[in-house]
């Protein structure tokens, strides 16, 4: 069996992503001993009674003790505060990551607390379900996804190749890239389609001229998928928009923009131009499908129970 990239891991975080780290990086050998942290003790008990690591710790610092690569896999408005604690115990020369949706912001907390010698990859595994928790996690999870890397400016390229060739063992793509143009992707390929999300489906349960059960009873397609995106973990989506403030108005402004633009369109009956923009974005989708992330099968290619993209 091939050796495993990193011979102790430890994850700070154990929900759908931290967990499905854990069961992808057992069942590829990517990494031998597993140690998992949770701050919530009942989370904890459950990954444990799931059998996701091989060790489980309730002090943070603690679990990262002698860890050749830490992943935090926890809300990015919390990575500050988790470095800080963990910093003492990081072995040097270990790796330390994330799993964060905003990166500028991670690097920004996080960074002041890495002790020299310990190498910083920010990442971000570009994959997720609307669910959540240890029992939401599954080993597939990243297959035939991105994980987009951003290390600052001076990283170590060993530490870097290293972390690629886990994600790479894993199931994932990889790609590297700043930390400022990941965000303005991010902004507007997940961030602002949530945020549209989040209030479409609220602008339907405030309507006084449809009930609740009626917004239920006769969802089509696309609110369902709204619906499907807008379940996603409240804490989560509410530290990405905090933490990706400037991007996430950029793009929305834009958004905006071309909104009015099409509200025009349909006040005037200016069908030709209409008709000209869904061909155009249609070709999006097909692009889509023919990158392989995504299929052409019924429910959007989402086999029931699991989703692609509601993570960040």
Same mark, same amino acid.
């Given at each position: 069996m091939t050796d495993p990239v990193f011979p102790r891991l430890a994850l700070i975080g154990i929900g759908l992503i931290g967990a499905s780290i854990a069961l992808a990086a057992r069942k590829t050998g990517?990494?031998?001993h597993?140690?998992?942290?949770s701050r919530t003790g009942r989370t904890l008990r459950r990954a444990e009674e799931l059998g996701l690591g091989d060790s489980y710790h309730s002090d943070p610092a603690e679990a990262v003790r002698d860890a050749d690569c830490v992943i935090l896999c926890i809300p990015v &408005?919390?990575?500050g505060e988790a470095a800080k604690a963990i910093s003492a115990n990081l072995k040097p020369g270990a790796i $330390?990551?994330?799993v964060g949706s905003v990166k500028s912001s991670v690097i920004a907390q996080m960074a002041p607390h890495i002790p020299e010698g310990v190498h910083f990859v920010p990442a971000h595994p570009v994959a997720g379900t609307e669910y959540s928790g240890p029992d939401a996690g599954?080993?597939?999870l990243f297959e035939n996804r991105w994980c987009i890397l951003t290390p600052p400016p001076g990283t170590d390229p060993d530490a870097v190749e290293r972390l690629s060739e886990f994600w790479s063992r894993i199931g994932a793509n990889v790609e590297t890239m700043t930390a400022e143009h990941h965000d303005l992707v991010l902004a507007i390929t997940s961030?602002?389609?949530h945020l549209i999300a989040y209030n479409i489906v609220g602008t339907a349960e405030d309507l006084e001229t449809v009930t609740q059960s009626e917004v239920m009873k006769f969802s089509? &397609?696309?609110f369902r998928d709204f619906t499907r995106i807008a379940a996603s973990d409240p804490t989560m989506?509410?530290? $990405?928009?905090l933490n990706n403030k400037e991007a996430v108005l950029e793009m929305l402004g834009r958004f905006t923009e071309d909104l009015t633009a099409l509200q025009r369109l349909i006040r005037y009956g200016e069908g030709d131009k209409l008709y000209d923009r869904f061909a155009r974005t249609r070709e999006i989708r097909r692009g889509i499908i023919a990158a392989g992330q995504e299929t052409e099968a019924a429910d959007f290619g989402r086999p029931h129970g699991k989703g692609d993209d509601a993570a960040g």
């Open positions: 990517a990494a031998g597993v140690a998992i942290h &408005g919390a990575s $330390i990551s994330d599954f080993a597939e961030h602002v389609p089509a &397609g696309g989506w509410r530290d $990405i928009f």
